[in-house]
């Protein structure tokens, strides 16, 4: 039997064909858009049933004994135990005590939904999830220019402009789309401090120094305005605040900034020129421009490129997606009116989308830790790995240490589990069918459907969610007894339900794909044009034009103490074998700890004595991580690359150990996480 459903095991939502015998699982095939063209393997869903019958999978509820090991325990005793202490936490401290935090490990779909349902109607404003780091923070600064977050047409385009990110590594099929233009004959600019197989098949490679991006982008935007390279019937038409942006973007000249990029001004006018002159042309944005404190300011001046060249939702650019229109099932308004979220320092933030609700995950480890705004004492994670990958693990833990209770949902024993005291065994993506975010952000609507039996006890997210509301009281909140009911009830409005998309694989269109939207209703922004300048920024307190009050003075973290602290510390690539820390232990994908290394350039391990396979430390004023060294010049000198995600198998490769998480962006709470200062030395020869 051959079912048609959505890979969930990354973040890149793979249309894939999954084949079963009575049940079992044979194997599963990506789904090609052009079938003709070479294809790009993906490790994961090779090694798919590796992940879902690993001897490693929770298979039963676990609680906590006295001891500090654990127990198996039936759903009943466990679904009671947490809900008790739910109920419990909000007799004794208030609704808001508890807290709901999500990370990426499962999809970004209804689960999402489901969790911020769960808690607003129960009172606390406090589901929180990860997009301060990842996604939902340049969403705001598209929105904040635009009034939504576009999609690149890659596969149509004549330019492709690759802006921190590599696709090879995180999308098999955005990657496809990106090769597919190339051999057609679409030029390629990429920026990045790393070479990625883009930088070297580039026209141009921008090899920017980490951190940098915003300054670049304002270079580019100060070159296309002198050159008169901009769209100027556009802009005149559908933008505001243009002289403002022309003025701001004078102080950052080419010749002014390039030096300061690490880049020769000839090679920047020559990109700016390239983008602004090819047509058409789309800007693919990832997430080396998060984890930046400069991330929304850099994201917004990006975004500004693509208004100024008038490539806005034109085939072959960057198109303002045509949303699935859906019931938001959250239940916001079932909130206290004086119920304040610990992200409060955040207002923009929390409130510029309908659905995205609170993600600023470091006021979590604030709350437990300092109290602010007030305590959380007991904490839900779903599908997330905080002592890996939240910023300035040390804080973490200790945060962990003094919370009252947690429960933890995730399909494996991860480090943060081990701390719960309550494990509920979630199913993979394959197990549940389910409503993925990324298919109602714009059409095709596509189903992610269950094609094997859960495996063990485990269960869905949806199920683990909607059985524990019904514990607490919410029972006529969640009223459906499958997920099909659950998604028709969020579909109605479309008019699409599940049976249609199960005989439709390929998906269905909402309504039929439109370019230029924009001239029917303008721009979902207040003043229905692209803001160059913004007065709703302004009202808040922030910068109404990007930089406008002049470049970041410490763009990356400890760059005060370079003195003792030399080097750029930069996070590894987001390896395609894994996805940030999950995957490690699957010993068709972790390879023995094969990219558990640090990259060094040849000028800097020959200053500091080092050699290939040698064991280095590498230190910051947060702590120290050890790793195997790496001799190549994928990283520039000055600076090297330390493997990301694999403190699931060791503290001492804990890359967090290294990052910092006391400054952070002031609109989306984004530390900076992916570059600092810090300092390395030989401890053992390899």
């Known amino acids: 039997m051959k079912t048609h459903t959505i890979c969930r095991l990354c973040s890149a939502c793979c249309p894939v064909e999954v084949e079963t015998e009575k049940g079992k699982w044979i194997k599963a095939t990506r789904k090609y858009r052009f079938p003709d063209e070479p294809h790009l393997g993906c490790p994961k869903l090779d090694a798919a049933a590796d992940i879902i019958f690993s001897p490693d999978r929770l298979s ?6 006295p001891d500090g090991s654990f127990r198996e325990a039936s759903w009943d005793e466990a679904l009671s135990a947490v809900a008790e202490r739910i109920l419990s936490s909000k007799r004794q401290y208030g609704a808001s005590s508890v807290c709901w935090l999500r990370g990426m490990a ?9 969790a911020n349902r769960l808690m607003n109607a129960f009172g606390s404003p406090n589901c929180i999830g990860n997009g301060s780091v990842c996604f939902v923070g340049r969403d705001l600064a598209h929105t904040t220019v635009y009034g939504t977050m576009t999609l690149p047409d890659t596969a149509n385009s004549s330019c492709i402009f690759i802006w921190g990110k ?23 600019i990429v920026v990045d401090p790393v070479k990625t197989p883009f930088a070297e098949m580039a026209d141009i490679w921008l090899r920017i120094k980490p951190a ?5 982008a304002m270079a580019m935007i100060s070159e296309i305005i002198a050159q008169g390279w901009y769209d100027a019937a556009f802009v005149d038409r559908w933008t505001a605040g243009f002289e403002a942006l022309g003025k701001t973007a004078e102080r950052y000249s080419i010749a002014r900034v390039a030096p300061d990029l690490g880049l020769a001004p000839e090679q920047v006018s020559e990109a700016a020129r390239l983008y602004a002159t090819i047509r058409p042309a789309c800007i693919v944005d990832g997430n080396g421009l998060d984890m930046q404190l400069q991330s929304f300011e850099a994201t917004r001046a990006v975004a500004m490129l693509r208004a100024l060249t008038g490539n806005l939702d034109a085939r072959g650019g960057d198109i303002l997606p045509q949303k699935v229109p859906c019931r938001n099932i959250q239940l916001q308004d079932r909130l206290p009116a004086d119920a304040v979220p610990i992200t409060a320092d955040y207002p923009l933030f929390n409130r510029f989308h309908a659905t995205w609700g609170r993600q600023v995950q470091s006021c979590v480890i604030d709350a ?5 705004p007030y305590p959380i004492k007991t904490l839900m994670i779903q599908s997330g790995n905080p002592l890996v990958t939240f910023m300035d693990a040390g804080r973490v833990q200790k945060a962990f240490e003094k919370l009252e209770y947690l429960v933890v949902i995730d399909m494996f024993m991860t480090q943060t589990a081990k701390m719960a005291d309550v494990i509920l065994p979630a199913g993979s ?9 990324a298919f109602i952000r714009s059409s095709p609507v596509r189903i992610q459907q269950q094609v094997i039996p859960a495996v063990g006890e485990s269960r869905s997210n949806w199920q683990i969610v909607f059985d524990l509301a019904r514990r607490i009281g ?12 659950a998604i028709d009830y969020q579909l109605e409005p479309s008019g699409i339900t599940c049976a249609m998309l199960r005989d439709e694989p390929d998906g269905i269109m909402a309504e039929p794909v439109r370019y230029r939207k924009f001239e029917e209703s303008g721009f979902a922004t207040p003043t229905g044009k692209i803001e160059f300048f913004s007065e709703s920024l302004k009202a808040y307190g922030y910068d109404p034009v990007p930089y406008i009050n002049g470049p970041p003075a410490c763009p990356i973290s400890f760059l005060d103490r370079k ?3 030399p080097l750029v510390g930069i996070s590894g690539a987001r390896n395609n074998r894994l996805v940030n820390s999950q995957f490690t232990g699957i010993a068709a994908l972790g390879q023995n700890e094969s990219g558990c290394a640090i990259d060094i350039h040849p000028k800097d391990a020959e200053k500091y004595g080092i050699a290939a396979g040698d064991r280095v430390r590498v230190e910051t004023p947060r702590g120290a991580v050890q790793m195997k060294a790496k001799i190549s010049d994928v990283v520039g000198p000055g600076i090297i690359r330390i493997a990301w995600g694999w403190g699931e198998r060791s503290a001492d490769y804990n890359f967090n150990r290294l990052t910092d998480d006391e400054r952070r962006n002031p609109v989306t709470g984004a530390p900076s996480g992916r570059s600092f200062m810090c300092r390395i030395e030989k401890i053992e020869a390899g």
């Open 60 to 65: 039963r509820p676990l609680i906590k004994k």
């Open 212 to 216: 940098h991006d915003g300054l670049l």
């Open 429 to 437: 993506c394959f197990e549940h069918t389910q409503l993925n975010r």
């Open 563 to 565: 003195d003792h602290y």
């Open 106 to 114: 499962a999809d970004w779909g209804a689960p999402w939904d489901y």
């Open 166 to 188: 590599n696709d090879l590594d995180s999308a098999p099929g955005a990657a496809e789309n990106i090769l597919h233009a190339r051999r057609k004959g679409a030029k390629l």
């Open 474 to 485: 919410l029972g006529q909140e969640f009223p459906w007894q499958t997920a099909e009911e």
């Open 368 to 372: 437990i830790l300092d109290e602010k």
